[in-house]
């Protein structure tokens, strides 16, 4: 999937310099990082998967070889860039260009049910808490019953305490990233 691993860390350090905020670290996704984060989406459980903020495609690599076929997966990114990079590497998924705070808007008429599992790879500690606060009650709202949002983050406590009707647990804490990280699922009960 990528046989061209420094032309990555180059597109990835040019999305960091254009927009710091947006990409929201040091270095792309560690495989364990991105292995840790698949490693919540349950390849049996039917339905689209949906992606936000996938970068250089790194979880979306690990989604894939965890068994979600391509066509079940939608990828919502918003740097041009990154857009054109995802979209050559899997050209069997379906890559939008968006905002994955209002991907409900991106993706229109494109998934008609609700979602098998949403994962995030967008620097949520970078973002006001009330714009965390509607992107994960959304999230919550389109997934099916139990099933996950994945978030991971940098910080030592979740993006955003559980809402109401809601849990949130850290499903791992990836010492080989940099920096290292904590993956955070929510789920409704």
């Known amino acids: 999937m990528n046989d061209k691993p420094f032309e990555e ?7 960091l310099i254009a927009s710091p905020r947006g990409v929201g670290a040091i270095a792309p996704s560690s ?5 840790a984060v698949a490693a919540q989406v349950d390849p049996d459980r039917n339905g689209p998967v949906l992606e936000l903020g996938p970068g250089t495609g790194a979880i979306t690599k690990e989604i894939l070889e ?16 990154f857009v054109k990079l995802l979209a050559e590497r899997f050209t069997d ?9 209002e991907f409900e808007r991106t993706i229109g008429n494109h998934a008609a ?9 967008m620097p949520l500690l970078n973002f ?4 965390r606060h509607a992107l994960i009650e959304t999230a919550l709202r389109r997934l099916m019953r139990g099933a996950p949002f ?8 979740p993006p955003l305490p559980a809402p109401a009707g809601a849990s949130v647990r ?20």
Request: net charge positive; hydrophobic share 45%.
């Open 66 to 81: 965890r068994g979600i076929a391509p066509e079940r997966l939608t990828l919502i990114e918003y740097d041009p860039a």
């Open 93 to 101: 998924v379906r890559v939008l260009k968006g905002d994955g705070f």
């Open 31 to 35: 495989p364990a990082l991105a292995r």
């Open 128 to 131: 006001p808490l009330p714009k």
């Open 113 to 121: 049910e609700d979602y098998a599992a949403i994962v995030s790879g």
């Open 9 to 15: 860390e180059l597109q990835f350090l040019r999305g």
């Open 170 to 189: 850290q499903a791992a804490f990836v010492w080989k990233n940099l920096p290292p990280a904590r993956v955070w699922v929510y789920r409704r009960r």
């Open 150 to 157: 994945v978030q991971f983050s940098y910080g030592f406590q």
